[in-house]
């Protein structure tokens, strides 16, 4: 809930300081009006750095990989006993 406030409050906020620019004329009005998309481009292009410098930072576990690779070896074994056909290795 309270993540759902922040949002609301950064969209009042955003949405009282564009129109208090279109109102005192301080920007162009035709530069005003493209502020919307302006924000929305930023937006995305914010997004796309933050999901490329995860996919970057994004660490490797071999340790975790091993003891997946037991888990899953463990689920088959138990898997066949159960009669289950879980195909081949």
Known sequence: MKHILKILTLLVAISAFWIGLLQASIVPRSYTWLLPIYL???LGCYGLLMVGI???????CPQEAILLQQ?????????RKQGVDVGSD
């Open 54 to 60: 995860g996919l970057m930072q994004f660490p490797t």
């Open 40 to 42: 929305i481009v930023v």
């Open 71 to 79: 888990d899953i070896v463990e689920a088959k074994d138990f898997l």
